[in-house]
């Protein structure tokens, strides 16, 4: 009858979901690569508030917002609250124990160069770590 149309091709014909499937799956694995590239999420801490010489009474050093540094409740300059320090280090050096970390109450608006001043000089006296106090938000 129709002659004159040629027969259909019967034979493979390409898959065509391949690559759409090849495409999904790269796709896929770019979002889970992208998603993981992320900063991690700040903790959720801050520097202490502090009221003048109140924290500073209970704590080995404290720094307030106007710079001021205390030590044991009084009132010092750097160099003293680290020869202080490493004179307080010494007896228990004595007795074979581990020297103890300085613990540091510094406002959250005490300027950050004198909170790096101090840890250097607190380094320089063998204090190996510091406590530095925080409070959760």
């Known amino acids: 009858m129709k002659d004159w149309l040629p027969e259909p091709r019967r034979g493979v014909f390409p898959n065509i979901a391949l690559p759409l499937v090849n495409l999904v799956f790269l796709l896929l694995g770019f979002f889970i690569l992208a998603g993981r590239i992320e900063p991690p999420p700040q903790a959720p801490l801050d520097l ?9 009474e209970t704590e080995h050093f404290s720094l307030t917002k106007e710079g001021a540094l205390y030590y044991q409740g009084r009132a010092v300059s750097l160099e003293e609250a680290a020869s202080l320090w490493a004179a307080r280090q010494n007896p228990s050096a004595s007795r074979g124990s581990a020297p103890a970390a300085p613990i540091i109450a ?8 004198d ?4 840890l250097n000089l607190l380094s320089e006296t063998d204090a190996v ?9």
């Open 48 to 56: 202490i508030r502090g009221e003048g010489r109140r924290s500073a």
């Open 106 to 113: 510094a406002d959250a608006d005490a300027p950050a160069r």
């Open 115 to 118: 909170l790096a001043k101090l």
């Open 129 to 137: 770590s510091a406590i530095l106090l925080l409070r959760a938000r």
